[in-house]
């Protein structure tokens, strides 16, 4: 790896060129030792933007959301980066394209960067990926990061848990408030967006996230999530959902509950990276070739021989005698 290659492409990014942007994604979305020599470098001179986490049900309305807030944004006079996480298979790149053509008008502006990026699959891979686009487009000056993805599944949870400000979306009278209470999207909420208000129901739905809200604990002088109908694809209630980002921002700065997120942040971040690491180790002790005489640890866990707490721990144990040795 070339690291004048790796200087000269941080460079162009912090000074702003969206091609150099794109191309670190590129790297950044494979992953490997660029890829991490680039977020190294970069890492510097993030910490500016605010980074806003949209999730919620498939079809509730997520990037039509991103796309009226991104124009909202804009007209405040911010730049903004998108980031659309793509939680499924490879295969789902129709969906990816329709995202794309949906935000067609919105790739004019340059002061809007807009990338999808697709997982594969990796253990991790995903949360971790989106934490370094994230910090690519944050070097690159963007000023609002807006990362969607879909609210379904563990994986997507941690990749909200990058964001500064969560924005859970939901839709009237769909009645799987309790399902998403589940799942733990709700209680990760800082602001609930009812969109598609102008169906039916829509009020209701207000009512029941708000009722249900005053379950949940809070502390004394704790933010409360405003509950706040909108319909995206009619541009309406967006201003307001702006307003809560911007409250929410103030609120985090002036109760050093930001600096708290932050912290939070990086520390999911590099558990998670260690956890990798340490299952990379494990595994290549496991099943590298060199092992070929210690893969029988493995058969005596096959032959019950030996528990499987015994054998992580003997090859954990291994592997951390490599590292230190
Ligand atoms: N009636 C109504 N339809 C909407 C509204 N917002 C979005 N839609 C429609 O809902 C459908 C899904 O919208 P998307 O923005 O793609 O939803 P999404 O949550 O990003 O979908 P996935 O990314 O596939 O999970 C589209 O047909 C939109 O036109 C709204 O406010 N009202
Ligand atoms: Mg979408």
Redesign the pocket.
């Known amino acids: 790896m070339a690291l004048e290659l790796v200087e000269a492409l941080a460079e162009q990014i912090v000074e702003g060129s969206t091609r150099a942007l794109a191309r670190g994604l590129t790297w950044v979305e494979s992953g490997g030792a660029r890829a991490e020599a680039l977020c190294a470098r970069l890492y510097p001179s993030t910490g500016r933007a605010q980074i806003v986490g949209i999730t ?1 049900a ?8 991103v796309r009226a807030l991104a124009l909202v944004a804009r007209a405040r006079g911010h730049t903004v980066g998108i980031l659309a996480v793509d939680p499924s298979s490879p295969f789902s790149g129709g ?1 990816i394209l329709g ?1 794309r053509i ?1 935000m067609s008008d919105l790739t004019l502006d340059p002061g809007v960067f807009i990338r999808s990026m697709a997982t594969r699959g990796a253990l991790g891979g995903l949360s971790r990926a989106a934490a370094d686009a994230v910090d690519l487009m944050d070097a690159a000056g963007l000023g609002l990061i807006l990362v ?1 993805t ?1 609210g379904v599944g563990q994986d997507e949870v941690d990749v909200m848990r990058l964001a500064h400000t969560i924005v859970v ?1 939901s839709v009237p009278g769909l009645g799987d408030d309790v399902q998403a209470l589940k799942a733990g999207i709700l209680e990760i909420a800082d602001v609930h967006v009812v ?5 039916e129901g829509a009020d209701r739905t207000v009512a029941e996230l708000r009722a249900m809200l005053t379950l949940l604990p809070a502390a004394e002088d704790a933010w409360v999530p405003p509950v706040l109908p ?5 541009d309406e209630g967006i201003e307001a959902i702006a307003d809560a980002l911007d409250s929410h921002r103030t609120y985090q700065k002036t109760s050093g509950e930001l600096e708290r997120r932050r912290r939070k942040i990086v520390t999911a971040r590099v558990l998670r990276i260690a956890q990798d690491l340490v299952a990379e180790t494990v595994l290549a002790r496991a099943l590298g070739p060199e092992e070929a005489g210690r893969a029988s640890l493995l058969d005596r866990v096959a032959r019950r021989e030996l528990s499987p707490h015994a054998c992580a721990r003997a090859l954990l144990a291994q592997a951390a005698g490599r590292a230190t040795g």
């Open positions: 919620g498939p079809g509730s309305g997520k990037s039509t959301l969906a995202d949906r969607e879909v979306v969109n598609k208000a102008d169906r909108a319909s995206a694809a009619r």
